[in-house]
């Protein structure tokens, strides 16, 4: 017992100054991080206005949400389909970025710079400088264009059966530098010995694509496509900067609307707060299956 009994005091001599040094960032953690979500999720079971006290609804919130929110269905619907063509276009894009420009010349560190200067810039002006792009009218640079070739001006904005593609276009040329670079990095981890046993048995350079790049490359496409996935299912920015109406958040007949919109409309332009967070739970655990499947289906496919 008295050697059991020491062992914690040991414990404490050894690594006691190490524990207090922990304790700010765990105080600010548990502050900032873990009582916000646990917050979160308790008031996603009630019914809360940010005035009143919260009353406790049980599943309402959620049941609601699922089967008789047919808005919210639509914002999913939107949500879902600009991911696939932003995530899929944009992680094709960045690969071939990156291998036409993987080298160490300073043309090809020039064009990855160009390439990447969106993904560090400020999303805020980078939207506002999409909404001059796109502006109706004669104002707005891709009616000039059009203007040029004889066309009419497009009401680009307001034409609901544009919002999705205008929204991925700005996602993918707003993404697919950083993806680059990450790509990039990848390839220059490959070593050449490989394309050299691969050229002496007489591969064609597609088939080293094919059989040697792509199969090294799958860690690089599971992060770059979880973490598209992450950021995609967020979108907040560009429909609410570009798109967003007088009295509507998503645009002209919700063509717009996106899953967080739709919780920020909720919360605190209707202040229900605590369906919002019912929203904001929902997000999280598509986000996390989702992100789930896709690394389940990357070590199944490194397994082969």
Same mark, same amino acid.
């Given at each position: 017992?008295?050697?059991?009994?020491?062992?914690?005091?040991?414990?404490?001599?050894?690594?006691?100054?190490?524990?207090?040094?922990?304790?700010?960032?765990?105080?600010?953690?548990?502050?900032?991080?873990?009582?916000?979500?646990?917050?979160?999720?308790?008031?996603?079971?009630?019914?809360?206005?940010?005035?009143?006290?919260?009353?406790?609804?049980?599943?309402?919130?959620?049941?609601?949400?699922?089967?008789?929110?047919?808005?919210?269905?639509?914002?999913?619907?939107?949500?879902?389909?600009?991911?696939?063509?932003?995530?899929?276009?944009?992680?094709?894009?960045?690969?071939?970025?990156?291998?036409?420009?993987?080298?160490?010349?300073?043309?090809?560190?020039?064009?990855?710079?160009?390439?990447?200067?969106?993904?560090?810039?400020?999303?805020?002006?980078?939207?506002?400088?999409?909404?001059?792009?796109?502006?109706?009218?004669?104002?707005?640079?891709?009616?000039?264009? $059009?203007?040029?070739? !004889?066309?009419?001006? @497009?009401?680009? %904005?307001?034409?609901? #059966?544009? &919002?999705?593609?205008? /929204?991925?276009?700005?996602?993918?040329?707003?993404?697919?530098?950083?993806?680059?670079?990450?790509?990039?990095?990848?390839?220059?981890?490959?070593?050449?010995?490989?394309?050299?046993?691969?050229?002496?048995?007489?591969?064609?350079?597609?088939?080293?694509?094919?059989?040697?790049?792509?199969?090294?490359?799958?860690?690089?496409?599971?992060?770059?496509?979880?973490?598209?996935?992450?950021?995609?299912?967020?979108?907040?920015?560009?429909?609410?900067?570009?798109?967003?109406?007088?009295?509507?958040?998503?645009? $002209?007949?919700?063509? !717009?609307?996106?899953? @967080?919109?739709? %919780?920020?409309?909720? #919360?605190? &332009?209707?202040?229900? /707060?605590?369906?919002?967070?019912?929203?904001?739970?929902?997000?999280?655990?598509?986000?996390?299956?989702?992100?789930?499947?896709?690394?389940?289906?990357?070590?199944?496919?490194?397994?082969?």
């Amino acid at each position: 017992m008295a050697i059991h009994a020491a062992a914690p005091r040991r414990r404490w001599r050894r690594y006691g100054t190490s524990y207090l040094m922990l304790l700010p960032f765990l105080g600010l953690f548990a502050g900032f991080l873990v009582w916000p979500l646990a917050n979160s999720l308790y008031l996603s079971f009630t019914k809360f206005d940010g005035v009143n006290a919260p009353e406790f609804e049980g599943l309402d919130n959620f049941r609601h949400l699922l089967f008789d929110d047919d808005r919210f269905r639509h914002a999913l619907g939107n949500t879902f389909l600009y991911v696939v063509a932003s995530i899929g276009i944009g992680t094709l894009l960045s690969l071939g970025l990156a291998l036409a420009f993987s080298g160490s010349s300073w043309p090809h560190r020039i064009m990855r710079t160009i390439f990447f200067l969106p993904s560090v810039t400020s999303s805020i002006a980078l939207m506002l400088l999409w909404k001059w792009i796109f502006a109706p009218g004669d104002f707005g640079l891709a009616n000039t264009v $059009v203007a040029w070739f !004889g066309g009419r001006a @497009v009401e680009w %904005l307001a034409t609901p #059966g544009l &919002t999705i593609p205008i /929204l991925v276009l700005m996602s993918v040329w707003g993404g697919m530098g950083y993806g680059m670079v990450l790509y990039v990095a990848g390839l220059n981890t490959i070593p050449q010995e490989y394309y050299e046993a691969a050229r002496i048995d007489g591969a064609t350079t597609w088939q080293q694509f094919r059989r040697v790049t792509l199969p090294l490359l799958r860690p690089v496409t599971t992060y770059v496509v979880v973490t598209g996935l992450i950021g995609a299912f967020q979108v907040f920015e560009a429909v609410y900067i570009v798109f967003r109406g007088t009295n509507n958040i998503g645009g $002209v007949l919700d063509s !717009g609307l996106m899953i @967080v919109p739709y %919780l920020y409309d909720q #919360g605190f &332009t209707h202040f229900k /707060l605590g369906y919002a967070s019912a929203i904001a739970w929902v997000l999280f655990l598509i986000i996390f299956a989702l992100s789930m499947v896709n690394l389940r289906i990357g070590r199944a496919l490194k397994e082969l």
